[in-house]
């Protein structure tokens, strides 16, 4: 178990502006998130979520602002960094089990060509049962269904032994269930391994349970800290630039704005069940 | 040795020929780069860009033909220029797709104008579509064999970063691995696959080396290693017994004209397909494919 020291700061963004295509996708994002830490990087599509974890991941270059992963200015291939991207159904008939897509998280990085050992088969086999997978490692990855292939890519990016988890909308197209499953999870290995979330999700009431920080993202700009303090009327209608009103209905948080319901009203993971 | 058997099936003077060892070193040995790679085509959903590099080269073949040059050197030529061209097209599928058809069928024409022009050669036509492994010279024959070694050797050095931008291309992307640029090197050595493949069984059939053996063995196992392994023995198989019947069909009816590798070929790729499908419940049972019940906790 490692110790955690619980003021350490494992990522710091300062005042990240980033354009893309002429547009400001960030506006002075800052954001610190510390060791162990749960935080839910929420926001509507285009609201710079991707953007966002693209600009941790050193796979884009802010255009003013800086970025450092334990105390360093940011690179690419950072191993201190997991990354769960937002998932695509492999095929079907995708001729891998499980467990070959897990192994890619130790070593799929190097050159040449793998060495079986036991010790690589126990780190892999210990990676499954912690995202309890161990059951289906053995059949073929197409075959899964997504929450199962999500946990596999949890599994894989555990394997770099990160500090840092991102998470790009694990939970869309996940029924309720798999959804509160998946939080559950990550919530747990966080604690267990010291690993800070940071989870992308459009509807924070999900994470509501496990999440110690939100940064909620609207219009290019963020709004960080505890949910009580972050999602209220002043402090959106802030960050909107127009009004908008937070409701809390039968525990869910909703919040309208322009006419709309801009966050909470419909999860997608709502939407689609799987059996 | 039954005389009938020596007469219509397999003949052991076959491997006092000259051409027929010569055939089958360098069919062996594109046979199994072909099926290496062609898991990775697979794979990575490039069956069609695989196709369309063929027939880009076969432009280069027939160009290379009219100037009394070999054929193998255009093709190859043109595959590669053609692969490089898909890399820089990059990984958006349906767009790369779209621009490679065009320039496919542009590529096919001027091919077509090529042979139409040459009157020296009247065989190119045949052997460039349909492949003529005998006729390979010896020299060509060494060649071939060790290009193909060094596809493989450049394959076993991608192996694990190739893999992994196939499955999961962002994180590979975020880990730090240089997807485009294995990407690209990967496209160059599948035309160099393909190119040596259409010596055998032609621009038009070299696909069924590339694609037919790992079709079979994704029927048959879920696991990279002993995929890529059934897949070349596979290929290999295929040609060897495409070469010997074709060697013995001298003897078939009807008589005093042999019957073409590539049909024998082509037609084996098929039946072990069709058997492999068959034999797959069986088999996934056996090798543990299917899941294994044990609850973690």
């Known amino acids: ?275 | 040795m039954a005389d009938w058997v020596r007469q219509y099936l397999f003949s052991p003077d076959m491997f006092s020929n000259d051409q027929v060892t010569g055939a089958l070193l360098a069919g062996g040995v594109v046979a199994a780069v072909s099926a290496v790679l062609g898991y990775f085509v697979v794979l990575r959903g490039l069956s069609f860009i695989g196709h369309a590099v063929t027939d880009i080269g076969f432009t280069g073949g027939a160009g290379a033909s009219l100037l009394g040059l070999n054929a193998l050197w255009g093709l190859a030529t043109f595959c590669v220029a053609a692969a490089l061209g898909v890399g820089a097209l990059g990984n958006r599928a349906r767009e790369r797709d779209v621009a490679t058809g065009v320039i496919l069928a542009l590529a096919l024409g001027i091919g077509a104008m090529f042979l139409y022009i040459n009157t020296r050669y009247v065989s190119a036509p045949f052997t460039l579509l349909f492949g003529s492994i005998f006729e390979v010279d010896p020299d060509t024959t060494r060649v071939m064999a060790w290009v193909g070694l060094l596809c493989l050797a450049v394959l076993a050095v991608l192996y694990r970063p190739l893999l992994f931008c196939s499955l999961a291309p962002e994180t590979a992307e975020a880990r730090g691995v240089p997807v485009r640029f294995i990407s690209t090197v990967f496209l160059v050595c599948m035309a160099v696959a393909v190119a040596e493949a259409a010596q055998v069984v032609g621009v038009l059939l070299s696909t069924a080396l590339l694609i037919g053996p790992p079709a079979t063995a994704a029927y048959l196992v879920a696991r990279p290693g002993l995929g890529i392994a059934i897949a070349a023995v596979a290929g290999v198989l295929e040609t060897w017994l495409g070469i010997d019947l074709s060697y013995v069909s001298y003897n078939w009816p009807p008589s005093g004209k042999g019957w073409p590798v590539s049909f024998f070929i082509t037609s084996l790729a098929l039946g072990f397909y069709v058997v492999a499908r068959l034999l797959r419940p069986a088999f996934r049972q056996r090798m543990g494919a299917a899941p294994t019940r044990i609850r973690a906790d």
């Open chain 1, 1 to 275: 178990m490692p110790i955690l020291d619980h003021d350490a700061t494992v990522l710091r963004l300062d005042r990240v502006t980033l354009q893309l295509g002429g547009r400001e996708v960030l506006r002075e994002v800052s954001l610190d998130l510390r060791a162990g830490e749960f935080v839910g990087l929420i926001g509507a599509n285009g609201a710079g979520k991707t953007t966002l974890l693209r600009v941790i991941l050193g796979l884009l270059r802010p255009g003013s602002g800086t970025v450092e992963v334990l105390g360093r200015p940011l690179r690419r291939g950072n191993r201190a960094v997991g990354y769960v991207p937002q998932k695509q159904q492999l095929d079907p008939d995708t001729p891998l089990r499980g467990r070959d897509l897990v192994g890619l998280g130790i070593d799929g990085h190097r050159w040449g060509v793998p060495f079986p050992s036991a010790k690589r088969r126990a780190r892999i086999e210990e990676a499954l049962r912690a995202v309890d997978a161990a059951h289906y490692a053995d059949a073929p990855v197409g075959r899964l269904s997504g929450g199962e292939q999500q946990r596999l890519l949890i599994a894989q990016a555990l394997l770099a032994e990160p500090k840092i988890l991102l998470l790009d909308e694990p939970l869309a197209n996940l029924d309720i269930r798999s959804a509160n499953e998946v939080v559950r999870l990550v919530a747990r290995i966080g604690r267990e391994r010291g690993v800070s979330v940071l989870l992308v999700a459009h509807d924070m009431n999900p994470l509501m349970e496990v999440m110690d920080t939100v940064v909620y993202l609207a219009e290019g700009r963020a709004a960080v800290g505890p949910v009580a303090e972050v999602v209220r009327t002043e402090v959106l209608s802030k960050l909107y630039g127009y009004p908008v009103d937070v409701l809390h209905v039968r525990g869910r948080i909703l919040v309208l704005g322009g006419g709309e319901v801009l966050m909470g009203g419909h999860a997608d993971h709502e939407v689609h069940a799987h059996g």
